[in-house]
């Protein structure tokens, strides 16, 4: 059993992952972190409490940061909607916010844990690299972490750069440059993982609570994401991160160097990942290269069915 920390964003593709990570027997969820990305850390907070609320995922919810370290907050409303999660009403909220900050919640966490926490991040790194910051000590007590962002091919929401990355730079900068053990999920394989409608009827067929809340936001995120990139299926980001714990056999990596650009031009915030290994420069990533298809709609199609029946 792994124990893991999701930070996130919520977001349609993050409440999938936590659909994953919330009743997985070979995963010890101690606690959900949230940032500001996909929309305002007042509404992904929102969305990451109704998500755990609904489904019983009784775990300590922890409110991050609002702005990145450098950058203006840059919400993704052309796909996660004025919401953040927009398709699906939720009861009334009674779940209440842990009383700790997220990035001190982190802290704590990993300082009081005796074993080693893995650190899942599906939005931006803002969080995680203010931790590492405030108390490097809690280095040592990081096994490893996944993150969903970057492409060593084209990005999505500019050319060059992929969102959780380019929302801030200067964190995914610090998270890099940490000496951990870094597992990025990057755009190059979570363009595989494409939610067409047979995999929502597939999914449907569970007719459970998760599964009904799959169906509804996929159906929004399946829309949006057709609208902006034209995608008949959306790539369904960040539950990789997830399914990847469940399986290490699932996806492939390339040990290589990556580098973030920080310069102000039309390549701010890209993942620059030497794959050739041409530069000959210290190799602090592992990035995902390829990715069993069909064994990830399996985990996702297992994971769901955990869940308890309407
Ligand atoms: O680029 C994809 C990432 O940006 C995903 O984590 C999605 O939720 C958005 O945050
Ligand atoms: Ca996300």
Redesign the pocket.
């Known amino acids: 059993m792994e124990k893991i920390i999701l930070d996130c964003?919520p977001?349609?593709?993050?409440a999938v992952a936590i659909m994953l990570a919330g009743k997985n027997e070979s995963i010890n969820l101690l606690g959900i972190t949230v940032s500001s990305?996909?929309q305002s850390i007042e509404k992904t907070t929102l969305n990451a409490l109704n998500i755990c609320q609904y489904l019983d995922i009784d775990v300590p919810v922890a409110k991050g940061c609002s702005h990145p370290i450098i950058r203006e907050v840059e919400v993704?409303e052309a796909i996660h909607g004025e919401s953040g999660l927009d398709g699906f009403e939720f009861p009334c909220l009674k779940k209440e916010l842990d009383s700790r900050h997220a990035v001190q919640f982190i802290i704590d966490t990993l300082l009081n844990e005796k074993d080693k926490v893995t650190i899942v991040v599906?939005?931006p790194l803002t969080n995680l690299a203010m931790a590492l910051r405030l108390e490097p000590k809690i280095i040592e007590k990081i096994k490893r972490v996944v993150l969903?962002?970057g492409s060593y091919q084209m990005g999505?929401v500019t050319p060059a750069s992929?969102?959780?990355v380019l929302c801030d730079p200067e964190a995914a900068h610090i998270v890099l440059s940490s000496n951990l053990a870094i597992y990025m999920i990057t755009?190059d394989v979570t363009r595989k993982v494409l939610c067409y409608d047979k995999i929502v009827e597939r999914m449907k067929k569970i007719n459970n609570k998760a599964s009904d809340l799959f169906v509804a936001l996929m159906k929004v995120f399946n829309e949006n994401q057709h609208k902006v990139f034209g995608y008949l299926g959306a790539p369904l980001?960040?539950p990789v991160t997830i399914a990847l714990i469940i399986d290490e056999s699932l996806v492939q990596f390339k040990h290589t160097n990556t580098e973030i650009d920080l310069s102000h031009g039309s390549s701010y915030g890209r993942t620059n990942s030497d794959l050739f290994d041409y530069l000959k420069k210290e190799k602090n990533s592992y990035v995902s290269v390829d990715i069993d298809v069909e064994r990830f709609w399996d985990i996702v199609e297992t994971s769901l069915k955990k869940y308890e029946v309407k």
Do not use: A, K, P
């Not at 977001?11 to 993050?14: E, P």
């Open positions: 964003d977001g349609h593709d993050d990305g996909n993704c599906t939005g969903m962002g999505n992929e969102f959780n755009l980001h960040d």
